[in-house]
């Protein structure tokens, strides 16, 4: 190779990096003040900022990918923009994701799908061609939401106390992931159901557990974890809710339908003779009736 065309390149490329050093810089800056303080203005400049240092250096696959989630995060959470939200995660996964991690971006648009099934959100249900490229782009993706999932899973198993944004995080990608796979693959859809229920009491949102356990309950009979979830909801209602009489109905139908069930009819039979006693009361008990 001629040598001045190789220090042409070796020039060339030091600029290039030297360029992308001074984004990184710029958005370190912000993102930090962001952290402090959401002010609009300054969220409206570090989008616009990701999507300029996107167009800049579009060889950054790594940089870029992170780049346009945390654009479509702050679209999401801050701005409120969902359609916007939808497309920059899109991008992210589609011009990144055989060439970098985007396990994120996956995740968000599991959450936002979640919202749109949930009739949540009035801008992206306008949006037809938009619904569809974002349902596209997850079923073709689960990989990265399975990562996504395994990430926050590991994130909570972490810390002695539960962190409750990244619980809510994890209970929100996998309620989305589950709607999105119910009727291809019901087995996973359920058991996703039932993990973000579980986390959703765990973090003091006993109504949101209440309405998932639900679903598996009764629109989703037939699964192998319906019995758990129907008696998960007697406990909430007699636990969490302190409604006596929505947990005898729902003990008394477990019952019904799972009589001779070997895991929780027992617990569920128990659960109906005790109810509505005192802690106290049933420690009395069992200490007299312990044997000597």
Request: charged share 30%; glycine share 2%; hydrophobic share 40%.
């Amino acid at each position: 190779m001629n040598i001045y065309k190789w220090l042409l390149i070796c020039v060339s490329c030091t600029v290039l990096a030297t360029c992308g050093e001074q984004y990184d810089a710029r958005i370190q800056v912000l993102e930090k003040k962001i952290s402090q303080a959401a002010d609009p203005k300054l969220v409206a400049d570090l989008i616009a900022l990701y999507q300029e240092a996107v167009q800049r250096h579009p060889e950054r696959y790594a940089d870029n990918a992170r780049y346009l989630t945390r654009a479509a995060e702050l679209k999401f959470t801050h701005v409120r923009d969902n359609v916007g939200a939808v497309r920059l995660a899109v991008s992210a996964i589609k011009d990144y994701g055989s060439k970098a991690d985007v396990a994120e971006a996956a995740g968000l648009l599991a959450r936002i799908w979640r919202l749109y099934k949930n009739r949540a959100t009035p801008d992206l249900s306008r949006e037809p061609d938009d619904i569809d490229l974002m349902r596209f782009t997850l079923e073709q993706n689960t990989r990265w939401i399975d990562s996504c999932l395994a990430r926050l899973d590991r994130q909570l198993l972490s810390t002695a106390e539960v962190n409750r944004q990244t619980a809510e995080k994890f209970l929100q990608t996998a309620e989305g992931y589950a709607i999105l796979i119910e009727d291809p693959d019901p087995n996973k859809a359920a058991r996703l159901y039932v993990q973000a229920a579980s986390l959703a009491r765990s973090i003091g949102e006993p109504r949101t557990s209440l309405r998932l356990y639900y679903h598996v309950a009764e629109q989703m009979p037939q699964q192998k974890s319906a019995p758990l979830a129907l008696f998960m909801m007697g406990i909430l209602y007699e636990d969490d809710l302190k409604e006596l009489d929505n947990a005898k109905r729902t003990y008394e139908e477990f019952l019904r339908r799972y009589p001779n069930d070997p895991e929780y009819a027992d617990d569920v039979k128990a659960a109906l003779k005790n109810l509505g006693t005192p802690l106290e009361e049933l420690i009395k008990r069992f200490e007299q009736n312990k044997p000597q």
